[in-house]
């Protein structure tokens, strides 16, 4: 397997505090939380990743053809966690491997690309072997009990080159499943640590069962709300979050 261990600062890598939290934790223990990256190949998981924890972006980054492991540490709502971020490949001779990633992972940042509806589309049968994994009946129950967000990555390509709308097909599959919805760009770097941050909220939620003032949906929101953010080109058409 390949491990890449991306550093910031500090002994994992990126030290940067979420939901405003201060570096002084108080008497909470760190506890460890691994969030699997899942979805097709090339939708830009690697990138978001690196995004995440280095704050940095690569233009013609490589596409992963074995699993990557990232390490870093983080505080939201003053729990410390250190992350385990599991970049899945896509390629199908390593799927023995995803399969254990499934079932270990505790959430799940389910990525596709804006500008390709296939991505989209197979996040379905990705979903079914998490839900198959984790031992549920059915995937669209899986927002009950498996962690998970909905990612539309590369929101800075020009909008003509979208595959999918947002109204309709991808607002249709997040009310299927529940799970909160962001649009992010890997590079510029829209929405990437609010994606993140969300996962951890719910994760920390769902898995850990801690309680936390964004204890209603695990994003800060009250649930189905949709709220408004400006995209790269400064319109208002795009939603930043979206729990159904």
Request: net charge negative; glycine share 8%; proline share 4%.
């Amino acid at each position: 397997m390949g491990e890449n261990k991306m550093q910031s600062s500090g002994p994992y890598g990126g030290t940067s505090m979420g939901g405003g939290a201060s570096n002084n934790s108080g008497a909470k223990k760190q506890q460890e939380m691994k969030l699997v990256l899942i979805g097709r190949q090339g939708v830009g998981k690697s990138c978001l990743m690196m995004q995440y924890i280095s704050h940095c972006f690569e233009e013609n980054h490589e596409p992963t053809f074995v699993e990557e492991t990232s390490f870093t540490q983080r505080v939201v709502d003053g729990q410390p966690w250190r992350l385990q971020i599991i970049d899945t490949a896509g390629q199908e001779e390593f799927q023995y491997l995803v399969e254990q990633y499934f079932q270990s992972g505790h959430g799940f940042l389910a990525v596709f690309d804006l500008c390709n509806r296939e991505s989209l589309e197979e996040l379905q049968s990705v979903f079914k072997r998490v839900a198959r994994s984790k031992d549920l009946l059915d995937e669209p129950s899986m927002h009950m009990h498996v962690p998970c967000v909905i990612v539309g990555n590369k929101n800075d390509l020009p909008s003509d080159l979208w595959q999918v709308t947002l109204e309709e097909e991808v607002h249709t599959f997040v009310r299927q499943y529940e799970f909160p919805f962001f649009q992010t760009s890997a590079k510029t770097p829209y929405n990437v640590e609010e994606a993140f941050e969300c996962l951890i909220r719910e994760t920390a939620r769902k898995v850990f069962k801690t309680n936390s003032d964004s204890e209603k949906d695990g994003c800060g929101g009250s649930k189905g709300s949709k709220r408004k953010s400006k995209d790269h080109k400064g319109n208002q058409n795009k939603p930043q979050c979206v729990i159904s």
